[in-house]
C-alpha cells in the first residue's frame, strides 16, 4: 500500500495529513508493520507529514514533534 503527494508548490499539503495520518495509523498497529516515508524532491514534506501525524496521533506540540523527527533522522 502506498500514498503519495506530490512534490510542487501549488499542492497544499495541509489536504494530505487526513490521507497521510491513517497510512501511517494503519502502520503502527500492523503485525510488523513498518513504514518509510520520503520525499523525492527534498522539500521536506516527509517530515512534515509525520510531523503532523505525531501532534495528531500522540498529541505532541509542534516543537517536540520536530524535535523527535530530527533526533530519528539525525
Do not use: W
Not at 24 to 42: D, L, M, S, T, Y
Amino acid at each position: 500500500m502506498t500514498t503519495t503527494v506530490d512534490d510542487d508548490e501549488f499542492n497544499i499539503i495541509e489536504a494530505s495529513f487526513l490521507a497521510a495520518s491513517i497510512f501511517i495509523k494503519q502502520a503502527e498497529v500492523a503485525p510488523n508493520g513498518r513504514i518509510f516515508v520520503h520525499c523525492h524532491a527534498g522539500v521536506n514534506r516527509s517530515a512534515t507529514l509525520v510531523i503532523a501525524y505525531l501532534m495528531k496521533e500522540q498529541g505532541l506540540h509542534v516543537l517536540d514533534a520536530v524535535r523527535q523527527v530530527k533526533e530519528v533522522f539525525s
